[in-house]
């Protein structure tokens, strides 16, 4: 069997991946060692950032809809006379900074919905019970990418019954190949203990600490008045963490001793001895459960692999890549978030509309986020090690990180193929000046600014209308996760007459006959994929009522069958009657005299630039996109 | 057969009646001379406070996200040298009065999510191609309402192929009974020529006016700038109104001749002999079509029927007993608004749980919408003929309307029945008040009231936080449509201690073996359907944080199998990290004191009192609840 993309592990980095390729009409097929989606327990946490992302394949609405929100986040501790006390409560997500806010939903749950998306398409097969046994690489055609070549040789054979536990790890009784998949690119989401990474000779590095931590996920019956909230509760038993879930479940992280973890194996994996820790810590109030549904006890590891790719052929995700402690609730989202990163720029390669240079960027952007998952973790989880009676400082900063670089929000890729340099702007022939208020583009936490526009970021959002119809819209959600560049012409106010004149002249220049962005979307014509076309915005600050959508130049209004041209890429920045908006400009940044702003398919910023810079533009895609 | 109500006619007004029985358990069958969903066309107005009521069931997303949302209105007339210029551009739904704004999906779209969710219960059978064609009524049974007497004997036949065309409205051509459905109550939802209404020998009463519209569903090309936004246009050509719609779609409503009329209709209803007339008044803009997807030309009339019911078993609703002009989109929402004021009153006798003479409050309740509805129609109708250059007052007027009083958030039933008296109270043995701030009770509009909570309205929504975890909900969202009244405590700031107290007490009378509330309650054990219950609420001002929801009284925290309590009954005016809220008390004009408001199963406001008013309201609550 011959495929374009080969992806082992139907986890969520797995089916991450699937999506994408799904979405882009990408032959693929998906091997899975277990049966079916996870079952219960594993991950739960869900970041701002990663719903933004499931919300651009239209699945936020449903996963937000089941989801925990997880709204505060309460410190315990004990008071100077022994007694349990909320020491404080907050904000868990910061507000302002993402349309969604950290939430919990089962790793069950959100493998099931992003199946249930992938298995629409016609392009990718999802096979369980298998499990790949041998690799066998055609070194001579690594280098040429033409799409009649499958370099990539994988022998896969079927697991027999009973169902294989992926948990432990092992696959030492598996033999003989069933089949070979010629594959041109290979996917390791195969989990801690990947097969892929064994076989390209790489390890995860780092260290294990020597202690223990119970999880168990239960229906608690209790009159602690927190148990719908996250609350981290230290006391002189020992650490805790409540993770309020959906339905009306609630996830617990204890400290165990290594007697307790011992008694639990002894005991067939039994919930109650967890259940007595966490009794213990929660006294002096009464906690029961009407049910315990998963448990489980691990080790602190905290490891990461140097190389995520190899060959621009073979790539890791997810766990494969990075394992550490599940308390900040990180895995599932960096995990996804790999895959995500990924799965645009092979599918741009595949089709032929990028060159194949853009994926080594994926290993370039995703390990100092794997590097810095890696330090984070071990913050937090020395955090939660510390004497009963402490929140110091160092870890109340790590708890405010996890919805900002941790989970995405705060995430700004350094300058690469992908992601343009900014540079300084001259007006008037002697004033200096950026294209947006805010500079700053490093990796760095930037606790005020998720709501500004920084080169290599996601795209943040905003509220603004429908020019044509009034109609309220978070902005992101317009980019859509379809393969698409999306290039979005801050036009200002273009009531006014130079502004406008500005406005003309940029769009003379998109449409002349030489444009790449004319060249990209000649493609739009021929297939109905829009994988490496460009859709062009114009948001502006004028006023809506005096603006006639017709009389706009025609870039911003492509042609539509139903009705002459499509009204929906005009927005305007200002306040609606019912929900607010208006402040686009402001929050992003962005001057009274515009900007152009390019988001590649995965919402990421990857040029800034005045109004006339269509130059730099040009020159900047001319690099990434292959010739037609 | 037998069942407990024979619906005629699945179209809005049907299937909303057929909808409550479906949530309520009742046995019901729908008979429809159609034989699928209205194709095209028809009605496609949908009020805020239809989405409203549809969201009470768990439809509002679905229906918000298909349908278009109108939030502008124009005004377009000519300038004194004859050019088409904008006069006016304003909200089309008025901020704040409702979570949702006037939207517009066709009536096909419509009846088939009404009657998707219809079909998921095994107790309605909706059956297709067949009419009803003999009444026969055992008059000496109708007095006596118990379950196992079907006084109402209808024969039905199938009806043959061809398809039988609706709009004929004939029926002579229908022979033998093939089925007598013996029912305990029959509704007519047959619309303008409804068979039931005529078999009671029932006229809708009042006037034709001389005067033709032309209706037309267009995918429209122009270069027109409001296609988008909600029209109306006044010519010297004739007036039009412009209506955009789901998809790409757009209606329109244009004055014609009788010539144009008569030319319509001799050139087999062909829809271009109506665009002709749109683009006479539209130009200098010119307009064109993609598609024209359906048409029609109507005589307007304004007519009402003064009998909404006979022997407390029969009931007309919608068309049936009203007709007027589409113009104002108000024809499917008071059709529905009236099959759903209804619907919870006849499950609520037919489960045994309220006397029978609740059943007399539907005429009471819906003759006067039926009767200002008619008086509303002919002032839009007035405005629409006004000559080609003014938008007088009373106009403007009876827009703003539209969204208030028709719509159904202005209407606050007189009290009945099933509506209390609002009383005036003595504090501290001589000061006065009115338990709200609002004492208005009147069916009249009060455009600054909508947020305001009146005796009789709908219970308006407001933005209140989860006590257990602080997220956010629309306070209305909470009051589903599922046969319960809800019982909703605004208790006050209950961390002081005074106002503490006054709760503690009132949660005494409400668990006191005596009390009607709890006899109510007692049902929620026994049947799997809460037809009758009552679900008590409680909404205080206190700081969230300073208030312990597990040491609340038990009445606001029922039991819970899996929890030990439900955490979901207690909710905080507080403002939220993320999305407002904390104006609840403000906006519905609650005194710091607090008070007691009762909503029937359709969320209008049945009794407000103070907090120590059980007396009166178990009093108000034993003339309507049967003894089980």
């Known amino acids: 069997m011959q495929v374009d993309v080969l992806i082992v592990g139907a986890g969520p980095a797995g089916l991450m991946a699937a999506l994408w390729m799904a979405r882009t009409g990408i032959r693929t097929l998906v091997v899975e060692r277990n049966s079916g989606p996870t079952k219960a327990g594993h991950a739960d946490g869900l970041e701002s950032r990663t719903i933004e992302i499931l919300d651009s394949f239209g699945l936020g609405q449903k996963v937000w809809n089941k989801s925990n929100h997880t709204i505060d986040i309460c410190l315990w501790n004990k008071t100077s006379e022994g007694a349990l006390h909320r020491q404080n409560i907050s ?26 998306q992938v298995l629409k398409s016609p392009y990718v097969e999802v096979r369980r019970r298998t499990a790949p046994i041998s690799l066998h690489i055609i070194e001579t055609e690594l280098g040429n990418h033409r799409n009649d070549l499958h370099p990539i040789h994988v022998g896969i054979t079927a697991i027999p019954e009973p169902e294989f536990d992926s948990t432990l790890g092992g696959d030492a009784t598996l033999e003989g190949t069933k089949e070979t998949i010629q594959a041109r690119y290979l996917l390791g989401c195969d989990g801690a203990h990947s097969w892929v990474r064994k076989q390209l000779g790489l390890k995860l590095e780092g260290a294990s ?8 996920d239960a ?13 981290i509760i230290k006391s002189e038993f020992g650490n805790l963490m409540i993770i309020p879930r959906e339905r009306k479940l609630v996830r617990m992280y204890v400290q165990v001793s ?20 966490v009794q213990k810590i929660m006294q002096p109030y009464r906690f029961g459960a009407s049910r315990l549904e998963w448990s489980t006890i691990y080790t602190v590891g905290h490891r990461y ?32 978030q790999d895959s995500y990163n990924l799965g645009w720029k092979l599918a741009s390669v595949i089709h032929g509309v990028a060159t194949q240079q ?36 160092d870890h109340r900063k790590a708890l405010v990180e996890e919805n900002t670089s941790m989970s995405g929000l705060g995430i700004a890729y350094e300058p690469n193929l992908v992601v343009a340099e900014l540079t300084e702007h001259k007006a008037n022939g002697t004033e200096k000046f950026f294209p947006i208020a805010n500079e700053e583009t490093s990796l760095s936490t930037q606790p005020d600014r998720m709501k500004a526009i920084r080169l290599g970021a996601r795209m943040p959002s905003a509220l603004v209308l429908g020019q044509a119809d009034s109609q309220p819209h978070e902005l992101q959600r317009v980019f859509q996760s379809t393969g698409e560049w999306h290039f979005v012409v801050f036009g200002g106010d273009i009531v006014d007459e130079q502004q406008r004149r500005r406005i003309d ?6 449409s002349s006959p030489e444009s790449i962005v004319r060249k990209m979307n000649t493609r739009r014509l021929l297939y109905p994929i829009p994988v490496g076309c460009l859709s062009i915005y114009l948001v502006h600050s004028g006023l809506r009522t005096e603006v006639d959508i017709g009389k706009l130049p025609g870039v911003f209004r492509p042609p539509d069958d ?25 929050e992003f940044g962005i001057l009274p005299r515009g900007c152009l702003v390019l988001l590649r398919p995965d919402q990421h910023i990857a040029f800034i630039g005045d109004l006339e810079d269509t130059n730099p533009l040009e020159h900047f895609l001319e690099l990434i996109v292959s010739e037609l």
């Open 91 to 116: 904000a868990n997500s910061k507000p302002g900074w993402s349309r969604f806010q950290e939430s919990t939903l089962g790793q069950s749950q959100i493998e099931t919905i992003l199946l249930e």
């Open 209 to 216: 600490r020597d202690v223990s931590w119970g999880v168990l």
């Open 219 to 231: 229906f608690p019956i209790t009159d602690f008045p927190d148990i719908r909230r996250r609350c």
């Open 258 to 277: 290594a007697g307790l973890a011992n008694d639990y194996s002894t005991k067939n994996r039994d919930p109650e001895v967890i259940m007595r820790a």
């Open 305 to 336: 692999c140097r190389e995520l790719s190899r060959y621009e052929r073979i790539f890791l995700a997810g766990d494969a890549v990075h394992t550490h402690s599940p308390k900040a609730g990180q895995g599932m989202n960096v995990s996804m």
């Open 358 to 393: 853009i994926l080594q960027t994926y290993h370039q952007e995703r390990l100092p986020v794997a590097r810095r998952l890696i330090e984070f973790d071990k913050r937090i989880c020395r955090g939660m090690l510390d004497a009963e009676n402490t929140f110091d400082e």
């Open 505 to 510: 002249h940029l769009a003379n220049a998109l």
């Open 562 to 586: 139903d009705t002459g041209f499509d009204y929906g890429k005009v927005f305007v920045d200002n306040e609606s009657y019912h929900v607010g908006g208006g402040k686009a400009y402001e």
